[in-house]
């Protein structure tokens, strides 16, 4: 039986190009900054977002919650939406790293707007924590994979810069906004003070996220990641990855959206499914009917798919770089068959 895994795009496997360079990666010791292979992807993913420095590092988490680190503290305050990763999904390191405090807002497809950010922004008073970093999430995950445009961006990072703010992206999947859109990189770059990149999820490297900004907040980041015990060694092998996922498995991300398209399509005209979020990038989110996630995700896993469960009634897929066009046809198959 073919095994369809799309509970996350973290499960690709690297591709033999990929473990090609791998293998043939020059290295060095990297908490001596003596990696050449990571320098490199460095100094290439800084200049590709026109951004001053990056720092490798071993997950996503990581790179958000050192710009959150590097953006508040105690008794200071972070603006994100409700369903944000860094809120929902980090194990609480806002406060645990940071010792911060949170204002969640709410809006459509886990996206916030500069409006709602102005009304959240706590005044100079003696009761009120000091409201220090936005951070927004592209694509956005519970949001069903949903983009931010360039243009909703301009006007709240324009609000942050008036109002002396640091807004971060956790941009875990922003090259699939990007490939969607257009834009380019050197233009988001210039919207933020951080960035956070996931190389693991469509990019398919097995480990690692970049985290970018000025030269001296990555130099402080750097501190940072050494204390979060994320200073690696011959990280170069998996710099490497990263290298040549940026130079080969960018633009194919827009084959992931595609088959996402077609699975939603199917999904919609399958039993139990009431609807399918729209689908903007590689992620697909369906309401059920009639049924729950435990179930119906049981059911599915007996045919061979398996998703998560994402709310609930909710179950989500995702595609990847692992997932190919044989793949959906046995997806449309078995899907029928609950
Ligand atoms: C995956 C992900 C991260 C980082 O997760 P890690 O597993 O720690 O690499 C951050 N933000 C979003 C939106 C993600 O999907």
Known sequence: MLTLDLRSDT?????????????????GDDVFGEDPTVNALEEKIAALFGMEAALFCPSGT??????????????????????SHIYLYEGGGIMANSMASVKLLTGDLGK???SQVAESINPDDVHAPETSLVSLENTMNKGGGSIYTLEEIKPIHALCKEKGIKIHLDGARLFNA???????PADWGAKFDTISICLSKGLGCPIGSVLLGTKADIKRARKV????GGGMRQAGFLAAAGIYALDHQVERLKEDHHRARL???????????????????NIVIARLEGSNPETYLQQLAAKGI?????????????????????HLEEFGRQIRRI
């Open 306 to 326: 398996l998703g998560v469960k994402f709310g609930k009634d909710l179950v989500r897929f995702v595609t990847h770089l692992d997932f190919g066009d044989a």
């Open 11 to 27: 499960l690709t496997k690297p591709s033999p190009g990929m473990i090609e360079a791998m293998y043939t990666a020059p290295l």
């Open 178 to 184: 990007l490939v969607e859109t257009g834009e380019s």
């Open 225 to 228: 990641r050494k204390v979060f």
């Open 263 to 281: 699975l939603g399509e199917l999904l919609v005209q399958a039993p139990h499914v009431a609807e399918v979020l729209p689908v903007a990038t």
């Open 112 to 114: 916030i707007n500069a």
């Open 62 to 83: 990581m790179t958000n919650q050192i710009a959150i680190r590097l953006h508040t503290g105690p008794q200071k305050e972070v603006i994100c939406h409700q369903y």
